[in-house]
């Protein structure tokens, strides 16, 4: 289904798996969701799988905004992470900017918070929010990143206007 209005909030999760989800804001409604395997161990196929799945998305869906999870690593995290969701990240933002669209980031404690009202909520309560909320079934944590990441932005949107008023 391809969607043309203009208010079509695309949520990513960067990762070894790309978390994509896409909403009709207007509506709240959920028009796509998936998870994407981009290329271990080869970083430049990564990348270019990367830009290439993210160039076909913005393509078909035209979005208005673009909203990403932040970067957040635990103690133990290798120290090559940390450029490696930097590249995916950047690879991100120039697809957005080549279009000129709005990237938002929001942390996951803060993504919790909205989607659950618990900042220190399990990945398991927030699979079970999404499934319920939204009456899919998530293939794996990427995927649901992306639904509640695009969602939490949809929600701070409403918040921000609300508060406008």
């Not at 990513?12 to 790309?18: S, V």
């Not at 930097?86 to 991100?92: D, F, V």
Request: net charge neutral.
């Amino acid at each position: 289904m391809t969607k043309t209005a203009s208010d079509i909030v695309i949520g990513l999760d960067l990762a070894q798996k790309l978390g994509v989800s896409v909403f009709d804001g207007s509506s709240e409604k959920l028009l796509f969701s998936e998870s994407v395997a981009l290329f271990r161990g080869d970083t430049q196929k990564r990348l270019l799988r990367l830009r290439e799945v993210l160039c076909e998305l913005f393509a078909r869906y035209q979005p208005s905004e673009i909203a990403i999870e932040d970067v957040f690593l635990p103690a133990k995290t290798s120290p090559r992470t940390p450029i490696a969701l930097g590249e995916l990240r950047g690879i991100a933002r120039l697809c957005a900017a080549e279009r000129d669209l709005p990237v938002f980031f929001y942390a996951p404690r803060q993504v919790k918070m909205a989607i659950t009202g618990y900042g220190n909520a399990s990945k398991q309560d927030v699979i079970h929010w999404i499934e319920n909320e939204f009456r899919i079934k998530v293939s794996d944590d990427n995927e649901a990143d992306a639904v509640s990441i695009a969602y939490t932005h949809i929600l701070m949107r409403r918040f921000s206007l609300q508060n406008q008023q």
